[in-house]
């Protein structure tokens, strides 16, 4: 069974920085593609960031771009975002989330793919 577990959640000022962390275990993470979704009160999940096999290829939402960074460990099934220059609107419940792959390369940016989720983490920015 595969389980995923956030972690680095927190309550913060704007413009602050945070580091979330994801670990993977009972499958083959190298496998995953990884991907970071989050959630406000009363909105949809949305789309943050996503990881290719090979941490060669990654993507970002709109809101996020330039501010926030994914990355991933393969030998330590994990998979983190570095987020900075925080905002009172970056204020959600994040996931992380894994999509099994055949390709090295390739990223998804749409929740409906990832076959696995996380709990959660919940991030608070204060103005």
């Known amino acids: 069974q595969v389980q995923l577990v956030e972690s680095g959640g927190g309550l913060v000022q704007a413009g602050d920085s945070l580091r979330l962390s994801c670990v993977v275990s009972?499958?083959?993470?190298?496998?995953?593609?990884m991907g970071w979704f989050r959630q406000a009160p009363g909105k949809e999940r949305e789309f943050v960031a996503t990881i290719s096999r090979s941490s060669g290829t990654t993507n970002y939402g709109d809101s996020v771009k330039g501010r926030h960074t994914i990355s991933r460990d393969n030998v330590k099934s994990a998979v983190y975002l570095d987020m900075n220059s925080l905002k009172p609107e970056d204020t959600a419940v994040y996931y992380c989330?894994?999509?099994?792959?055949?390709?090295?390369?390739?990223?998804?940016?749409?929740?409906?793919?990832?076959?696995?989720w996380g709990q959660g983490t919940q991030v608070t920015v204060s103005s």
């Open positions: 989330a894994a999509a099994r792959a055949y390709s090295l390369a390739s990223y998804s940016t749409r929740r409906e793919q990832y076959n696995y």
């Open positions: 009972g499958g083959t993470f190298s496998t995953y593609i």
